[in-house]
């Protein structure tokens, strides 16, 4: 049973494995740094790779990538790859504003880790050379891989045409006034699809709230810091036992709100963070199912084409027309990209089968990580919130008497 | 688990209220100042307590699903007891903040206001079926021997408060008095509406709670004939602008001519302050007199003393504004904590939506087990988020006591200003009599210089002498009732010294006992969470 971990190391306990060190690759995202100047600067990772697999080089690389490599590897992966949900990457920051704060940077490194984490715990994206490469090469190889992708070149010509064939039947079904449906209507698959749309909702929602009680934290603190700074002039009118006692309770205030600074920081990375991911997986999912339906539709539409095809071989036959030949050569030929197809098809269903119980499990097991942080952390704060006020009390007694 | 029963119902229930909780938020009474409003909605209760018992219940049925009773819990109980044991005697509610004063031995005075009614001014006006306007009943319950029984209700409207308030500023010159609520001048639609009347009675009853706790001014006959006078109010009206604008015309042209025949100058009038209209041209001396004081030339002979006051004077000034700005921070911080609470309460909700739709829709055991997860997170933070709301209504009930001080301070300020306008008049007398004095000298030079006597200037001469020992009279009223006045402040002073001292102290134990307490009880909620999820933990975060 494969156990799917979600910190630094990929190990897998391979049964076949004869050799006397288990196979093992273990990767690190660290140590951002702001590269370049003004419009054109960027932030870049460090990653570190330590692995005893044969097909890498040595023991331990490091190299140096930044967001838009990741970018590739995901897409990558995602276009070879259909049927398995790829770990989701961190949103490309809109806000010019937040591109370099240090919190923003941070989450950022802390998902790109887990990210490339997540592919290498997985038994089948591990074994991708595209992960091979991302890990490997030095940046010109990389530079050069990525600026394939980018804008038109992104699409093979294939895609192209295919995109091109959807438009022309897409006119044509509504020319001729059907839309056909063409997508899979079995009760399971349809309840996986439901849950999937409505599990979005849900989670974006609490997600929502989860990242504004993070700025309620920071909220609290300051109006607390606030507060004491205010308590302590108040004071300082005094210079008695009621001006020590302000005195007292506007620096407590301080050192509270302080406490409730880290603790925002805490949530946001521990408890906010992991359920944005969780969103992002889901969304992940959805980009699957439209994959999915994509080979569907290509599926049934390569059926009809091979029925009108058989239509047509049939009516060659019986007229010994000369067309004859080229259209068995022809339907041999889309006889072949129809079990292509189907196969294609079969193994997205047969993987998203698979994935979609490692994303439960997986999903479980990362939720119950955040909360157990969220708890932890609102229990941390509490008890040094009431801890510190009670500090307090024998002095006020002290005070009063 | 053991109590997972317990919790499941627990969180249906606690769903209800969670849906009326967010309910709340949404009415005006999450948004109202947050000073005001806890206190406006409890005091329909005849000692006005916050309900700590109230607050109480629901923490017990956490407690029997949480640990047993705590330091926090413990501690708050003995504070509550401390603010409930005065209540038997009921001389005074600490809970409302009124000034606490020691209370002589058993004596009590307690005032509830309450049932506004709209009345008709009976139409000797000009407008046809005559004008609206709202009675209050004022209940007192008192033991106080001035009074003519124990228990006694009267109906009483906004206007006979202004006079009570006008006659008690005009017998306790250089007294603390507490201020009476605004008149706020709003058209009569606005006046009937029930958000103001609630607003007006709770300010009401706030006002004569506070009178009530004055020493001095409990045991006022002013305040016994609003308390319990049946029918009109037997008190002096504050008269209109009109005739005091009237009454000072008439009065001038005696005044200016100083023809002061037969005592004009009432001793009595001069133990008060120029009022407006009636003594226009004493305003006008005054004036002159404070004038002539600023720009220095003549050193007046009452000295006002000293550096010791004006220090006192200095000092309570700061202490007001830092006192406006602590006030003003403790606003928003109450905001901010009712904030997080509401926030903390919506994300339980949206993860009780959760636990709902993974459970319904569950195809894993690892969606049921997520769910159970998230389900004692939902718990946990809609616990939280209610723990939070009772915070800040108890942070409320404490910190509003800054607020009241703001107003104290007020009134010190009014008693302070009595002393100068008291020692003005002082002042004015001193310099009419020295000027009086020259002109009785300058006379008697010049007759005696004429052999026989001047008959005319002789009878001058006289009717100076008679001025100037009608106005020797009124000096001699006049400092006595400055000497008075100083009395009054020296003693209010101390008082006031007195009950800041207890009544910061303790706000400030209040304040900081709520929020231990609280943060002890939410830290046990989360506790309990995390020892549940410690299981995901082993990877070491």
């Given at each position: 049973m494969n156990t799917m971990q979600r910190s630094g190391s990929g190990s897998l306990q391979s049964p076949r494995s004869s050799s006397s060190q288990a196979p093992f690759l273990s990767v690190s995202v660290t140590d951002p740094a702001k590269m370049g100047n003004g419009v054109q600067a960027y932030i870049s990772y460090k990653v570190i790779t330590k692995t005893n697999l044969p097909e890498y080089q040595g023991n331990e690389k490091i190299v140096i990538r930044r967001y838009s490599d990741f970018v590739w590897l995901h897409d990558r992966l995602f276009e070879k790859y259909k049927g398995i949900f790829i770990p989701p990457l961190p949103e490309k920051s809109t806000v010019e504003k937040f591109r370099f704060s240090a919190e923003f940077i941070e989450m950022r490194r802390q998902a790109l880790d887990v990210f490339v984490n997540r592919i290498a715990s997985h038994h089948e994206l591990r074994q991708s050379d595209d992960l091979r490469i991302f890990l490997q090469a030095d940046e010109q190889t990389m530079d050069r891989a990525r600026f394939q992708e980018t804008g038109i070149f992104k699409k093979k010509p294939a895609d192209l045409i295919q995109i091109f064939k959807d438009v022309q039947s897409k006119v044509s079904d509504v020319v001729l006034g059907k839309e056909k449906p063409v997508e899979e209507s079995t009760p399971e698959y349809e309840k996986m699809k439901n849950y999937i749309f409505e599990l979005e909702d849900h989670l974006a929602e609490a997600q929502k709230h989860a990242y504004r009680l993070v700025k309620r934290h920071r909220e609290l603190g300051e109006s607390l810091s606030e507060f004491g700074k205010a308590v302590k002039l108040l004071g300082t009118c005094d210079d008695d036992a009621l001006g020590k006692?302000?005195?007292?309770?506007?620096?407590?205030?301080?050192?509270?709100?302080?406490?409730?600074?880290?603790?925002?920081?805490?949530?946001?990375?521990?408890?906010?963070?992991?359920?944005?991911?969780?969103?992002?997986?889901?969304?992940?999912?959805?980009?699957?199912?439209?994959?999915?339906?994509?080979?569907?539709?290509?599926?049934?539409?390569?059926?009809?084409?091979?029925?009108?095809?058989?239509?047509?071989?049939?009516?060659?036959?019986?007229?010994?027309?000369?067309?004859?030949?080229?259209?068995?050569?022809?339907?041999?030929?889309?006889?072949?990209?129809?079990?292509?197809?189907?196969?294609?098809?079969?193994?997205?269903?047969?993987?998203?089968?698979?994935?979609?119980?490692?994303?439960q499990e997986q999903k479980t097991s990362d939720m119950g990580l955040a909360f157990h942080e969220f708890a932890k952390g609102q229990a941390r704060l509490s008890n040094g919130i009431a801890d510190a006020w009670r500090s307090l009390l024998p002095k006020l007694e002290a005070h009063s008497s | 688990m053991m109590g997972y029963e317990n919790q499941e119902s627990h969180l249906y229930a606690s769903k209800e209220e969670m849906e009326s909780l967010v309910l709340d938020d949404d009415s005006p009474n999450?948004?109202?100042?947050?000073?005001?409003?806890?206190l406006s909605s409890s005091s329909s209760l005849p000692f006005a307590e916050i309900p700590t018992d109230q607050s109480q219940t629901p923490n017990s049925s956490f407690n029997s699903i949480l640990e047993p009773p705590s330091y926090a819990e413990a501690i708050f109980r003995s504070f509550d007891a401390d603010h409930s044991s005065p209540q038997l005697n009921g001389a005074h509610d600490h809970s409302i903040a009124s000034p606490s004063?020691?209370?002589?031995?058993?004596?009590?005075?307690?005032?509830?206001?309450?049932?506004?009614?709209?009345?008709?001014?009976?139409?000797?006006?000009?407008?046809p079926g005559g004008t609206a306007y709202v009675t209050y009943l004022i209940t007192t319950r008192t033991n106080l021997p001035e009074f003519d029984g124990t228990e006694f209700s009267v109906r009483r409207r906004f206007r006979d408060v202004v006079t009570l308030s006008?006659?008690?500023?005009?017998?306790?010159?250089?007294?603390?008095?507490?201020?009476?609520?605004?008149?706020?001048?709003?058209?009569?639609?606005?006046?009937?509406?029930?958000?103001?009347?609630?607003?007006?009675?709770?300010?009401?009853?706030?006002?004569?709670?506070?009178?009530?706790?004055?020493?001095?001014?409990?045991?006022?006959?002013?305040?016994?004939?609003?308390?319990?006078?049946?029918?009109?109010?037997?008190?002096?009206?504050?008269?209109?602008?009109?005739?005091?604008?009237?009454?000072?015309?008439?009065?001038?042209?005696?005044?200016?001519?100083?023809?002061?025949?037969?005592?004009?100058?009432?001793?009595?009038?001069?133990?008060?302050?120029?009022?407006?209209?009636?003594?226009?041209l004493r305003i006008f001396r005054e004036l002159k007199q404070s004038v002539s004081n600023d720009w220095g030339g003549v050193k007046p002979p009452v000295v006002e003393e000293d550096k010791e006051l004006v220090e006192k004077k200095q000092k309570l000034h700061d202490f007001e504004q830092q006192l406006s700005n602590v006030s003003q921070q403790a606003e928003a911080l109450v905001k901010a904590q009712q904030d997080i609470g509401e926030t903390m309460g919506q994300m339980g909700?949206?993860?009780?939506?959760?636990?709902?739709?993974?459970?319904?829709?569950?195809?894993?055991?690892?969606?049921?087990?997520r769910a159970a997860d998230m389900k004692n997170v939902a718990t946990a933070s809609v616990k939280a988020s209610r723990l939070y709301r009772e915070l800040n209504a108890q942070t409320v009930k404490h910190l509003d006591k800054?607020?009241?001080?703001?107003?104290?301070?007020?009134?010190?300020?009014?008693?302070?200003?009595?002393?100068?306008?008291?020692?003005?008049?002082?002042?004015?007398?001193?310099?009419?009599?020295?000027?009086?004095?020259?002109?009785?000298?300058?006379?008697?030079?010049?007759?005696?210089?004429?052999?026989?006597?001047?008959?005319?200037r002789i009878r001058k001469i006289e009717e100076l002498k008679e001025t100037h020992r009608v106005t020797e009279d009124a000096k001699s009223s006049a400092v006595k009732e400055y000497e008075r006045i100083k009395e009054n402040n020296k003693n209010e002073l101390e008082r006031f010294e007195k009950e800041r001292h207890d009544d910061f102290l303790g706000m400030l134990r209040g304040f900081i006992v709520n929020q231990a307490g609280y943060a002890e009880k939410m830290a046990n909620v989360w506790k309990t969470v995390a020892e549940e999820t410690s299981g995901y933990a082993k990877h070491g975060s």
């Open positions: 006692a302000f005195s007292e309770l506007g620096a407590k205030s301080e050192i509270i709100s302080i406490k409730l600074q880290k603790e925002a920081h805490h949530l946001l990375m521990n408890f906010e963070e992991p359920l944005k991911d969780y969103v992002r997986a889901v969304q992940s999912i959805k980009a699957t199912i439209a994959e999915r339906a994509t080979a569907f539709k290509k599926q049934c539409e390569l059926a009809e084409t091979i029925k009108f095809k058989e239509i047509d071989l049939n009516k060659y036959r019986l007229t010994r027309s000369e067309k004859l030949a080229e259209a068995e050569r022809e339907y041999e030929m889309l006889k072949a990209e129809g079990e292509e197809t189907s196969r294609r098809f079969d193994m997205i269903v047969r993987l998203m089968n698979e994935e979609i119980a490692r994303f | 999450g948004t109202a100042h947050p000073f005001s409003d806890p004063s020691p209370p002589s031995s058993d004596d009590f005075l307690t005032i509830t206001v309450s049932d506004p009614q709209k009345e008709q001014e009976l139409s000797n006006s000009l407008v006008d006659r008690l500023a005009e017998s306790y010159r250089g007294f603390f008095i507490p201020l009476r609520p605004d008149k706020s001048v709003v058209e009569s639609q606005v006046m009937q509406k029930q958000e103001f009347l609630e607003q007006r009675r709770a300010a009401l009853e706030k006002y004569l709670r506070r009178l009530a706790a004055h020493p001095v001014i409990r045991r006022s006959e002013e305040l016994r004939m609003f308390l319990e006078a049946n029918g009109k109010l037997p008190l002096v009206r504050t008269t209109d602008v009109a005739s005091r604008m009237l009454d000072g015309a008439v009065q001038l042209p005696k005044q200016i001519f100083g023809e002061t025949a037969g005592g004009m100058v009432d001793a009595n009038e001069v133990a008060q302050p120029a009022k407006g209209g009636r003594d226009l909700l949206a993860f009780v939506k959760l636990t709902k739709f993974e459970t319904e829709r569950a195809v894993y055991d690892s969606q049921r087990t800054l607020h009241e001080y703001l107003g104290v301070m007020l009134a010190v300020n009014n008693a302070f200003s009595d002393r100068s306008s008291a020692l003005l008049t002082v002042q004015t007398l001193l310099s009419e009599l020295s000027s009086l004095n020259s002109r009785i000298e300058k006379l008697e030079a010049a007759a005696s210089k004429i052999f026989g006597g001047d008959r005319s």
